[in-house]
């Protein structure tokens, strides 16, 4: 199965002439470099702590405010599968000191699972920047569960229509949306059991409340490693040197289906396009450290670098609109 990932390595050497210049920072008008930044900069995540979202963004903040001379405040917002935080930013005075640190399923999914999303993600958001790429593993509860193999899962879904769960870290999350196109596909029907975090989704399965769950290699790998969990495919092309033994989608013979996400920031829609620039910027400084990009690969999860705002937006366009017939066919509703 191809990703829209797949064309960024294409385009490495072509954009890297533009990564340094973004890196350098466009200049301010006088009156805008005085201005902004000179208050510390707040960046939301819409999940509750220890998910995948808000791990990346506190790993990058030290370095992006020591590129803005400024602090930046996360600020852990969870509720409504990431909407809530996404709407106040959305909402926020357009001054460049509020963000969103947001998903796929906060902007491109969020768009046609809810009927009345308070905020449109085109619209009333202003794309900054990518931060990283997020293929997934599907993972399955070793407690009590001795699934082994994905044609052993499938075939112990179809059997029991109801009987068994799987989690996600909120209504409308990535998470929710692999697992439920993984159940539409192989025809069977699995009760969703939503959680606040990645965090304590992980927990879930570990303990055997849920039988199985989508999310980061990296967040997965220590627990199929211990053996307290087991991944039984990732939805990548290829296998993850994270997890070796796992074999991709197509070489577990499952039926395919998109499950992957990104994250990116986002400011509220009128924020002046210099201060959007800026911090663009600031999210390329920190992908750039070596130290950074090395963590974010150890999670599995690849730094999306040499990205200008105008070509942020118009992939959240886009995805908006390949998303909306997958999420109309798998039937999630939010609202």
Sequence with gaps: MSSPRASVPLRRRALAALSAALLAGPALPARAQTAWPSQPIRIIVPFGPGGGTDISIRVMAPRMSEFLGVPIVIENRPGGGSTVGTDAVAKSAPDGNTYVHATLSSTGIAATLYRNLPYDPVRDLAAVAPTIWVPLTLCVTTRGWNVRTAEELIRTLRASPGRFQYGSNGVG?????????????????????????????????????????????????????????????????????????????????????????????????ATPRPIVDRMAAAVEHALADPTIAARMNEMGTPPMRGWTPDRFAAYVREEVEAWRPLVQASGARAD
């Excluded at 975090?197 to 999310?215: K, N, P, R, V, W």
């Excluded at 495919?233 to 499952?254: C, K």
């Design 173 to 269: 999350a990535t998470g929710h949306l692999a697992s439920a196109n993984f159940a539409t596909r192989i025809g069977a029907q699995v009760e969703h059991v939503p959680y606040r975090s990645g965090a304590q989704t992980i927990t879930a399965l570990l303990a055997g409340e849920i039988h199985y769950m989508h999310d980061i290699y990296g967040l997965l790998q220590p627990h199929h490693q211990s053996g307290q969990a087991r991944c039984l495919f990732v939805t990548a092309d290829e296998r993850s040197p994270l997890l070796p033994d796992v074999p991709t989608m197509r070489e577990a013979n499952v039926p395919e289906y998109k499950a992957y996400s990104w994250f990116g920031l986002f400011a509220a829609a």
